[in-house]
């Protein structure tokens, strides 16, 4: 092929096209936005806008525990931080949450029958009560699951239950794995109250060998008496675990001091870039700005409040003015009630109609593509843009997908969608110490903004 050749099919697709795709940035061809993906690609990439955001944050507030000051700390912040980046119609909007407190002590140890004291690292899991002032002391018994537990009848009676099964390495999908594992922590706490027990201890949700606690949510039932929760460092785990198999009699003693004050006002934090042609039609992209009393919460989910704010900025900085309404909401409270999905998703928003919702919660990793919760029909219309996202390896758009701030939204018809990441190192970090900002890369961080603005862009483009 000559180069004239070239010149001249290079003119008649730029022509023939342009009528065909009128859009700005939509260039003619078969490929169109991508000259605009590649400008967001490359401003985004030239800076460390989501990882000054983290930085921004993590300052600020340190981890925001829902119904904290911390937390109240954070709804400023972001407040602030899209007022300052000059976002239209930046508002909060009022949610109620619970405030449970961890308090000062937390503490276990294993009493061996020969007297020794081995402590071994725990943590309160969110939401349990305290112990009695001194304590708790009793025998332990493991199970691997509430069946067992069930099966064991008189033996559980007065015992700390230890519930010890890990999450499946052979998963590929830490994600799948957690989720096989994560109801000893959600229910431990009932389960070991129904079969007589008298505290639930519950081996942290990692795959990580590791000596720090994981904590997470727990619930009680009103009608089955409430006993105390903790997490177990998988080290400590594992240790009670080999000497439970040379003396079956060992004691436990726990004590945490954690307890539920009364709910307070905290609020979303609500900031957009409004649509030019078609305002009324929303696409929402939102991250949760609560986390918990751990580390940073910066992979949790800090890294999901900056990538939205930082999507925004990037089509900002660029010009890029959406036909539809591009919203970023920094949700409140999605690790213990998910107070502020269900208020954003009450609220009366009178001619509004929300096409979809994009939610990032899986941690500031590598983006692989989006989870999209559309059926057959309505989903090819999210996947045909997936060539404008390989370019970062992130194309990879599949079936099934949403988040747990916008399933609320999901309930009422709205399209979901989940930012996928590689997620092999996740759970190394969620809800425990580890979780601080020295475990995010900026690139990596930054390369997840771009995803979510290179797609809700398109979207709000072209519409569903
Ligand atoms: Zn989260």
Redesign the pocket.
């Known amino acids: 092929m000559n180069h004239h050749f070239i010149v001249l099919v290079s003119l008649s697709i730029f022509f023939s096209s342009s009528n065909l795709y009128a859009q700005p940035g939509g260039i003619a061809g078969s490929r169109p936005y991508e000259p605009t993906a590649r400008q967001i690609i490359t401003e985004g990439l030239k800076t460390t806008g989501a990882y000054s955001l983290l930085e921004g944050l993590v300052k600020k507030t340190g981890p925001r525990l829902v119904g904290s000051p911390e937390a109240a700390k954070a709804v400023e912040w972001g407040r602030k931080t899209m007022e300052d980046l000059g976002f239209d119609k930046v508002h909060t909007e009022p949610c109620k949450v619970p405030h449970w407190v961890r308090g000062l002590v937390e503490e276990a140890s294993i009493i061996t029958s020969d007297g020794r004291n081995i402590p071994i690292n725990i943590c309160a899991l969110g939401g349990s009560i305290g112990t009695a002032d001194g304590g708790i002391t009793a025998e332990v018994v493991q199970v691997k699951s509430f069946d067992e537990l069930k099966s064991l009848g008189e033996k559980a009676k007065g015992k700390i239950i230890f519930f010890n099964r890990p999450m499946d390495r052979s998963k590929i999908n830490p994600g799948e794995a957690y989720g096989g594992a994560v109801n000893q922590r959600g229910a431990g706490a009932v389960e070991a109250a129904k079969a007589g027990g008298i505290a639930a201890l519950v081996r942290s949700m990692t795959m990580q060998l590791d000596d720090v606690p994981h904590t997470g949510s727990m619930r009680y039932d009103d009608t089955i008496p409430k006993v105390p929760a903790a997490a177990v460092s998988i080290i400590g785990a594992n240790l009670l675990d080999s000497l439970l198999a040379v003396n079956e009699n060992l004691k436990i003693k726990i004590r945490l001091t954690c307890q539920t004050l009364p709910d307070v006002e905290s609020a979303n934090v609500v900031g957009e870039l409004t649509g030019t042609e078609k305002p009324e039609e929303v696409i929402v992209i939102g ?2 700005l609560d ?1 918990w009393d751990k580390g940073h919460g910066a992979h ?2 800090g890294a ?1 409040s900056v990538h939205v704010i930082e999507a925004l900025r990037l089509l900002k900085e660029l010009g890029l003015k959406p036909k539809r309404t591009i919203r970023a909401v920094l949700f409140m409270n ?2 213990f009630g998910l107070n502020g999905g269900v208020a954003y998703a009450k609220k009366e928003r009178p001619g509004e109609k929300h096409i979809c919702a994009i939610e990032t ?2 941690g500031g990793f590598t983006p692989r593509g989006f989870g999209v919760g559309a059926d057959s029909v309505v989903f090819p219309k999210f996947s045909q843009w997936s060539y404008l996202l390989d370019p970062i390896d992130a194309g990879r758009i599949t079936r099934g997908g949403g988040g ?1 701030d916008i399933s609320e939204l999901a309930k009422l018809g709205v399209i979901t969608i989940g930012l996928r990441v590689d997620g092999q190192k996740y759970f190394d970090y969620h809800h425990s110490d580890n979780d601080t900002i020295d475990k995010v890369h900026p690139r990596e961080l930054e390369l997840g903004a771009i995803a979510i603005a290179v797609f809700c862009y398109v979207i709000a483009q072209e519409g569903i």
């Open positions: 991250g949760h986390s949790d989910d999901g999605e690790e919660d899986a747990a």
